[in-house]
């Protein structure tokens, strides 16, 4: 476990292959890009994560509408607070061609909210990974309606590609290593104990508690 000294209410986890390149930012080898972020503003998460459809439903709109495209959300802990996890497509920037594949923990509460990020983009050639599944599946079976809604649209189309049945055949696309990386380094994570001491996340929203600062 290592100390994080970035101003967040993680205090530790594992980054082994990982070296810093600023506060809360860390790279490795495969060119994953790790960062650690607080937002001390309520959560603009669309409802509570409890009601997983909903929840769901919300942020695949959402990242639709950005451009993007939600490959999965998925409630659950991290240093066993409540969070929900997500794993996003998005355009690379600048360019016409390729992704940036972003897998994410976001740690809300009442007021405030933590976040845990690996994100990774296509180099070189792209499309092998979609192009290969696409011969594998045929056309009609590749695309499908978003699961977590019919009316979900625009943005980057959802594709069984993305799916994680595939990584093991695709070690080093960025998808998978985002993917890998999330799941090795979250059960590492360690809050503060006044973060986890601070009113949960849900409309309507708990008293709002001001953030604390450390000495």
């Known amino acids: 476990m290592t100390p994080i000294s970035a101003p967040t209410p993680i205090t530790a ?5 990982f070296t810093e ?3 809360g930012v860390w790279t490795d080898e495969k060119s994953l890009v790790l960062s650690v972020h607080f937002f001390p503003l309520v959560p603009d998460l669309p409802a509570a994560l409890e009601e997983t459809d909903r929840l769901r439903h919300g942020l695949a709109r959402s990242v639709a509408r950005a451009g993007g495209g939600l490959i999965e959300a998925v409630p ?14 998005i355009r690379r920037p600048g360019t016409e061609h390729g992704l940036v594949f972003l897998a994410s923990w976001t740690v809300p509460r009442a007021g405030c909210s933590t976040v845990i990020k690996v994100q990774a983009g296509e180099q070189g050639t792209t499309g092998m ?3 290969v599944v696409g011969a594998r599946v045929g056309h009609e079976d590749y695309f499908r309606p978003h699961p977590y809604g019919p009316d979900v649209s625009g943005g980057l189309p959802y594709h069984v590609a993305d799916l994680e049945e595939w990584d093991a055949e695709f070690p080093g696309h960025p998808l998978t290593l985002v993917r890998g990386a999330l799941r090795r380094i979250a059960p590492t994570v360690a ?3 006044r973060f986890k001491a601070l009113p949960p996340f849900g409309p309507p929203a708990a008293p709002r508690r001001r953030w ?3 000495p």
């Not at 986890?13 to 292959?17: F, K, R």
């Not at 659950?76 to 497509?89: I, T, Y």
């Open 13 to 17: 986890m594992d980054l082994t292959g």
């Open 21 to 23: 390149r600023e506060q």
């Open 76 to 89: 659950g802990e991290v240093d066993s607070v409540p969070a929900v996890r997500q794993l996003v497509k």
């Open 129 to 131: 990974r979609e192009a």
């Open 191 to 193: 809050f503060d104990e």
């Open 212 to 214: 604390f600062r450390r």
